[in-house]
C-alpha cells in the first residue's frame, strides 16, 4: 500500500488518536538528511505515542525506555496503514531532513 499525505489541518487529531489507541508496539526511527547521510536515531524500542502541537509547531515521538523525539516545523507528513493500523511514518521538516518511523508489533513477554 502507498503512503498517504496528511492535510497538516489533520495532525492533531489524527495523532492523538493514534496514540490512544495505541497497541503494544516498538518503533524504529531513522534520519535521513543530506550532509549526514542516514543515521538510526533509536532502534526498535516500545512506542508510547505521537503527537502534534501546532501551537509550537512540533511533532513528538514518545518512546518509552529512550528520549522523547522533537521535530521542530514539520513541512509534510506521510503515513502508511495496513488493515487500519499505522505501520511507517515519514516527516519532512522545513530544512529537508527526513525523519522515518516504522512501527512493529511488541513481542509478548513469555508468561
Not at 503494544?24 to 502541537?53: F, R, T
Not at 503515513?79 to 521538516?93: C, N, P, Q, W, Y
Request: proline share 7%; charged share 30%.
Amino acid at each position: 500500500m502507498g503512503s498517504i499525505k496528511l492535510p497538516k489541518e489533520e495532525w492533531e487529531r489524527y495523532f492523538d488518536n493514534v496514540s490512544k489507541n495505541l497497541p503494544a508496539v516498538e518503533a524504529q526511527l531513522e534520519v535521513v538528511n543530506k550532509e549526514i547521510g542516514d543515521q538510526m536515531e533509536v532502534e526498535y524500542s516500545p512506542l508510547m505515542g505521537l503527537a502534534y502541537d501546532p501551537k509550537d509547531d512540533v511533532f513528538e515521538i514518545q518512546f518509552r525506555e529512550t528520549h522523547d523525539h522533537l521535530i521542530h516545523h514539520p513541512q509534510e507528513i506521510y503515513v502508511i496503514e495496513e488493515d487500519g493500523k499505522m505501520t511507517s511514518l515519514e516527516i519532512i521538516d522545513k530544512d529537508g531532513t527526513k525523519y522515518i518511523l516504522r512501527v512493529k508489533p511488541a513481542i509478548p513477554l513469555p508468561g
